[in-house]
C-alpha cells in the first residue's frame, strides 16, 4: 500500500490537484470536519488520555478532561434552556448519558456556524490540502490511539473478564442486554483475545503511512460491528463508538475512487491523491519514525495498564481466602433453627467469596446482596460491611459510608465445609455450609470439542 499522498517509488508529491482547486461543496465539508472531528476529540478525555502513556496512571482522572469541565457550565446552560433537561455529568462510565448528548449538540451547533463565518471570510482559497494533510494525520493517530486502547483490553481479558461467580447463580432473565453481551464474550476468553488482536492490528497499522488505509480499512470493520452490538445491547458508549466509526469512512473517504477501481470494477487504480503534510523524503522518514515511536509509546502504557487491571480485578486477580460458593445447609438465628422458606428475608441461601474484600450473600428469593469483607485467615475472623456491588470498580461515583453487617469466626473441618458462628445484624447467627464445586455449572465445564454428536440448548 503506498504512501498516502506519495509515489512510491520517487517518494515525491505526484498530487497536481492543488492547481485545480476544490469545488465549493468540498471545501465546504472540510472546514465542517475541521471544526466538529477537532472539538469532538478534543473534548473526549479518552481520545486524548491514551498519548500520556504510562504517566496516566499517575495522573488524577479529573487531569485530562479539563476542556470538559470548563464548557461544563454551557452544556448545562443549554439543557436547560433549549432542551429542559438536567445536563450533568455523572461521572458513571456511560458515555450517552443526556450530558453527552446535548455536548454533542453544541459540537455540531459550533461547527455549523465556524463553518458559515469561515465560508463567508474565506471565499477565493481554492483548498486547503496543506491543512488537511495535517487534520487526516490527527484523526488517524486519534483512531489509532482509541483501537490500541480497546484492543488491549480485549487482547488482555480485562475489558470483559469471565462470569464473576454470582453471575452463574444469577437466573439469565434477571440480566441485562448489556450483561448478556458482557459475559457472553468474557466466557470465551480466547473470542476476546482475538477481538483484541483485530482492533491492535488495526491501531498499529493507523501508525505506519504506509499501511495506514488497510487499518483505516480494518479499524472500519471493527468499529462497525462494535457500533451494531452497542445499538443492539444498548451499551451505554453509542456516541462513542459511532464517532471512531466515522473516523474510519473519513480516512477512507480521499481513497473511495481508488478503493472502488481496484475492489469493485477490477482496474489497476491510479496514484493515491490524499493530501499529506510532509513533502520532502526526509520529512517523511522523520515523520514516520515519529509515528511509529508514538504507537510503541501508546502501546505499551495501554498493555501495562490492561495487564494491571486483569490482576487486580480480572480474571487474574488473585483468589480470596474461602474462594467459592458455599450452599447454606443449616442456619440458626436467636438459637433457632430457620427452616428454608422462600419468604424468609432473613436466612442465607449461599454465600459467595470471588473478589478480595468482599463477599454475597443469597437470600431466599435469590437476591444477591454485596457486603464489603475484611478476614484475617490467622484468627479465624471475618468482619462484614455495607457495600455496593462488587464490580463497583467500574463505577465512578463515590460509594456510601460501610455501615457494620456482622461479625464471625470461621472454622474449616473440610476443604469443603464451612461454619460460621457471630453476630449478624445485630442477632447471634450460627451458619454450617458446604461447598458447592462451580465447575459443575455447564457454562465452565463445556469446553471445546471438534466432535459434538448432540449439540448442547
Known sequence: MAVIGVDPETSQDIDRSDRVGWNPFTRLAFRFVFVSFGLMCLLEAQITAVFLGWSAERLAHDTVDWPTRLLDPSVKWVG????????????????DQ??????????????????????????????????????????????????????????????????????????????????VLWNQVGSSPSYEILLGAAEVTAGLLLFIPRTAIVGAMLALVDMAMVFVMDMN???????????????????????????????????RPGPS????????????????????????????????????????????????????IWTVEEFTRDGQSVPPLLTDENRWQRIVFDYPGFMQYQQMDGTLVPAKLQIDPRSHHLQLQTADAPLSFHNAQPQQQPASMGDFTFQQSAPDQLRLDGDFNGHPVTVTLHRFDENNFPLRNGGFHWVVNYPSS
Open 273 to 324: 491523491t490524499t493530501p499529506y503534510p510532509f513533502r520532502t523524503p526526509r520529512s517523511r522518514r522523520i515523520a514516520t519514525l515519529l509515528q511509529l515511536a508514538l504507537a510503541i509509546w501508546i502501546a505499551a502504557g495501554l498493555a501495562h495498564a490492561s495487564w494491571g487491571i486483569y490482576q487486580q480485578v480480572g480474571s487474574g486477580r488473585p483468589k480470596p481466602p474461602l474462594y467459592g
Open 80 to 95: 436547560d434552556h433549549v432542551f429542559g433537561v438536567e445536563a450533568v455529568d455523572h461521572h458513571s462510565g456511560s458515555g
Open 98 to 179: 443526556t450530558y453527552n448528548w446535548v455536548q454533542l449538540w453544541c459540537v455540531l451547533m459550533v461547527a455549523v456556524v465556524a463553518t458559515l463565518v469561515w465560508t463567508a471570510l474565506d471565499r477565493r482559497r481554492p483548498d486547503y490540502r496543506r491543512l488537511a494533510g495535517w487534520v487526516l494525520l490527527f484523526i488517524r493517530v486519534c483512531l489509532g490511539g482509541q483501537m490500541l486502547l480497546y484492543g488491549f483490553a480485549k487482547l488482555i481479558p480485562s475489558q470483559m473478564p469471565e462470569p464473576a461467580l454470582s453471575t452463574l447463580l444469577e437466573p439469565y432473565g434477571n440480566m441485562t442486554s448489556m450483561g
Open 233 to 267: 445491547f444498548d451499551v451505554p458508549v453509542k456516541i462513542g463508538s459511532g464517532f471512531f466509526m466515522l473516523m474510519a469512512l473519513l480516512l477512507l473517504a480521499p481513497e473511495a475512487k481508488r478503493l472502488a477501481e481496484m475492489l469493485i470494477l477490477d482496474r
